[in-house]
């Protein structure tokens, strides 16, 4: 037989999964529109040209390839990959909608990529990713509203002690020419610079000289890209003559400003941070937590990408924020709402007979109208027991009882089962009333009785 | 330069296109949750074995195959496939957690399927499905809430010329035997009966013939599969011996009874509803509307396809939505609420000059904790006339505007854009005072000035 595990490196969501994540994703899609970000979905696979020669060497390897259909799948021959991240799906889009989409295009994307990687413990080949990027303007209060915006995501889902860094692309490289190393080696100096956390500052050094960097260099640079932040420090570091640093300071300064202006929170300048992906040509930015090695997301400046397909520069700014890693920080700290992980449904009905089965679906008919989630124990015919136990399994408030007697008498016997008790109430007025004690259960949960969504 | 169009069959879903989609996506998933059906989603892609096998020879060849990674590459070896229905995923996830999932698992599942079909008109190769199924009980209450859980959320929708044909897969066997038609001949039988519509009764009869049905069978098949639903009429046609005929009849006769008590609306028994798909093995169904060919969605109860992977049958039924369809139909007959196809955003803030940026920025975030969608206008210094344009292009009902001489009156100039109306408003209240007037807007569409949402 077949295994029945998901492929490696894909996750089934049962349930209470999907509740999860739709929690995070209706709060990001909520906060994102409040920032003037518009909802825009790419299909799940591209034509591969799209997608060849965007992500480097390593990339390339990493897609995802779809055999062509019919007669060509004996060759081998592919014409369409998986998406491998959003912003080149964007910059097509840019270039295929220009004069339809607004100029200054804010847009937010989350959906799925797939990347075709080794799975391990936390690497997946199919996550998702929440994506907000601004087009067409260089203005810094592009940065700004993005950071304040990833800031208000990551404070509104419960988050108090994410850290924010920034960086400036020029900036790292006035830095690198202040410490001796040559334009040509910039590139593989941020590859060892990048380590420090997992090496430490000798770590550095070493890997530095073997990249064929300059003791004195190396070591100039360790010290460049040690320490606080503080304006005075960095300026004191950079090349007397160096007008582009200076400005570029400034400029990421600005940014900060303005950002914290604009509600942003914890916001750190570190001339360290690097960030791997070449296309980015100004501001850098990642945020983190302490208890989660790598980041919760990261975004930048690149106003080259999208003429990559547009055949004319449009800047462009942006951040991707990675679900799974919020997922697992929330689930570790128990930062999700009670009703997220809470019941399901509200009531559960059962009928005692065959004959009951009409009233038993008229009442969930009811039931339902007064916006309550109502599921039928679809088995009749004295199984009470069985009832009660599948409801007590499914931790349903409230079971509704339709039985002979109950019909006779009008009456419907309603058990509360985490209070273990049971009543009987008119069948008129009984949706009404356990709509009422789900509600108050639901505002007041600390109230009596079944509260649903927090009975554990 | 590569062509910047999506891939063949697939499209781009600009901010318009997935408000609608989230629009009847919010409905048909709050109606399910009402049911009691609970959220599941499956990875994109499948092991290969996962699917091959299981859609026919047909749909087989229409599967999307992926590259195994690596150094399989040159040899064209797949190993993954892509999603092409949200069942076989369903029968999979029962085989793998039937222990933790509850004993009657009601699950929806909104997602998107695959299929190398050759692209055409209303044809695509990515489609979104919407699927409910109830596994685990035999009883007809499950096809009886699985009816009135499609119709409501038709209903709520905004449907209400929908028709929901039934039939019972063991009803057309036995009508088939009644007309003569032997028992190897049933399937081809039901493909020609399926073209009533497109071939008439004539070509019916015709294609029976060729199918190697007798000249008298075929002729019988035509008069036995016409004519109305009644249960009379159709008790007349069956066999006399024929009990399990009879009690077939009954049996559906019965869930269209319990479905009228959880409130199915428009139901029809429609004997010549054959619907391809060979795993149903009991009660089928289709829902349509008028101006549309084809369905907007079917399904049946399908007590064998878990047992394929699980080694053990289980019962199961459910109900697959096409939302491509319902979408089609909803735009071309205006049913979208005026909000979804509306504005994006509700204020849009302009500086003056750059120094009244960072009061642009607080302003933003006032306005924002007040819930309204903000955007600013990027570029300041001067440029009103292209910000009050840009304004309107976007249709957003208000433009605030920060200039030297409202800062030092402590004031806002808010442009009603909509009404040619400008006023100054003291900064501390403005906040306020717009979200009041974007309130009232919504809540009374037909007020004077600005309306969100309603302006064309």
Redesign the interface.
């Known amino acids: 037989?077949?295994?029945?595990?998901?492929?490696g490196g894909?996750?089934?969501?049962?349930?209470e999964?999907?509740?999860r994540?739709?929690h995070v994703v209706g709060v990001i899609r909520s906060v994102y529109?409040?920032?003037?970000f518009?909802?825009?979905?790419?299909?799940?696979?591209?034509?591969i040209?799209?997608l060849l020669g965007k992500y480097g060497e390593e990339g390339n390897?990493?897609i995802?390839?779809?055999?062509r259909?019919?007669e060509h799948?004996?060759?081998?021959?592919?014409d369409?990959a998986?998406r491998y991240d959003l912003t080149v799906p964007l910059a097509?889009?840019m270039?295929?909608?220009r004069s339809?989409?607004?100029?200054?295009f804010?847009?937010y994307q989350i959906q799925?990529v797939?990347r075709?990687d080794r799975p391990a413990r936390g690497r997946f080949r199919?996550f998702y990713q929440c994506d907000i990027d601004?087009i067409?303007?260089t203005?810094?209060?592009?940065e700004?509203?993005i950071l304040?915006a990833v800031s208000?995501v990551l404070s509104t889902l419960g988050f108090d002690d994410f850290v924010i860094r920034l960086n400036h692309r020029r900036l790292l490289a006035s830095l690198l020419r202040a410490s001796g190393v040559p334009d040509s080696l910039h590139e593989s100096a941020l590859v060892a610079i990048d380590k420090r956390d997992k090496i430490g500052a000798d770590g550095v050094r070493a890997e530095l000289v073997t990249r064929g960097i300059s003791d004195l260099a190396a070591a100039r640079c360790v010290s460049v890209f040690e320490g606080g932040g503080g304006e005075a420090a960095i300026r004191a570091k950079l090349l007397p003559g160096d007008n582009d640093g200076h400005a570029t300071l400034s400029e990421i300064l600005t940014i900060m400003?303005?950002a914290t202006?604009?509600?942003a929170q914890s916001m750190v300048l570190d001339t360290s941070l690097a960030r791997g992906l070449s296309y980015y040509t100004g501001a850098i930015m990642e945020v983190a937590v302490p208890d989660l090695a790598g980041s919760l997301g990261g975004g930048g400046r690149y106003d080259n990408l999208v003429g990559m397909?547009?055949?004319r520069d449009v800047p462009a700014c942006g951040f991707s924020l990675g679900m799974e890693r919020i997922i697992v920080v929330m689930t570790e700290r128990g930062m999700f709402p009670p009703a997220v992980s809470g019941v399901?449904?509200d009531v559960m009905i059962a009928f005692m007979n065959d004959d009951l089965?009409?009233?038993?679906?008229?009442l969930?008919?009811e039931c339902?109208k007064q916006?309550?989630?109502?599921?039928?124990?679809?088995?009749?015919g004295r199984k009470l027991d069985k009832a009660l136990k599948?409801a007590g399994?499914?931790r349903v408030p409230f079971l509704a009882i339709l039985g002979e007697d109950e019909r006779a008498k009008g009456e419907v016997a309603i058990r509360d089962l985490a209070a273990r008790h049971q009543e009987s109430v008119s069948r008129a007025v009984a949706p009404g009333w356990m709509a009422a004690r789900v509600e108050r259960a639901r505002t007041d949960p600390g109230a009596a009785g079944a509260a649903p969504g927090v009975q554990d």
Chains 1, 2 share one sequence.
């Not at 518009?38 to 696979?45: C, I, R, S, Y």
């Open positions: 037989m077949t295994s029945t595990k998901p492929p894909t996750r089934d969501f049962l349930p999964d999907v509740r994540r739709e529109e409040r920032y003037g518009e909802p825009l979905e790419t299909p799940a696979f591209e034509n040209e799209t390897k990493l995802f390839k779809i055999l259909r019919g799948e004996g060759t081998g021959d592919v369409l998986l097509r889009v270039a295929q909608y339809v989409l607004p100029r200054f804010k847009r799925p797939w075709a199919e601004a067409g303007s203005s810094p209060v592009v700004a509203e304040a208000d400003e303005l202006a604009a509600g397909f547009l055949g399901a449904v089965r009409a009233d038993a679906l008229r969930a008919t339902r916006r309550l989630r109502v599921e039928l124990f679809p088995e009749g599948y399994s499914r």
